[in-house]
């Protein structure tokens, strides 16, 4: 039973890693949108997004391949 709980909690941290990095990923996105609305330099939200989008999707990703390698070599008791 403990085993389940702890299972349950790390698929809720995953999918919590995922919500967060796609919230960011829109949230640039929609910071580059307004900016081309108010025609205003784009400089700033370009290179944000260009440094921290591939940097939360590489953290995800690296956590999600962790969790899918530790449930992989886990053994069955």
Same mark, same amino acid.
């Given at each position: ?5 702890? +299972? /349950?909690?790390?698929?809720?941290? @995953?999918?919590?890693?995922? /919500? #967060?990095? @796609?919230?960011? !990923? ?8 307004? $900016?081309?609305?108010?025609?205003? $330099? ?6 944000? !997004?260009?440094?921290? /989008?591939?940097? #939360? ?5 690296? @956590?999600?391949?962790?969790? +899918?390698?530790?449930?992989?070599? $886990? %053994? %069955?008791?």
């Amino acid at each position: 039973m403990r085993s389940r709980a702890i +299972f /349950v909690m790390q698929v809720i941290s @995953l999918l919590g890693i995922w /919500v #967060f990095v @796609l919230g960011v !990923s829109t949230w640039i996105i929609h910071l580059i949108r307004v $900016a081309n609305k108010l025609q205003d $330099a784009e400089t700033a939200s370009v290179a944000i !997004s260009l440094v921290a /989008v591939p940097v #939360f999707l590489t953290g995800a990703s690296v @956590l999600t391949y962790v969790f +899918f390698g530790i449930r992989r070599g $886990a %053994k %069955k008791e």
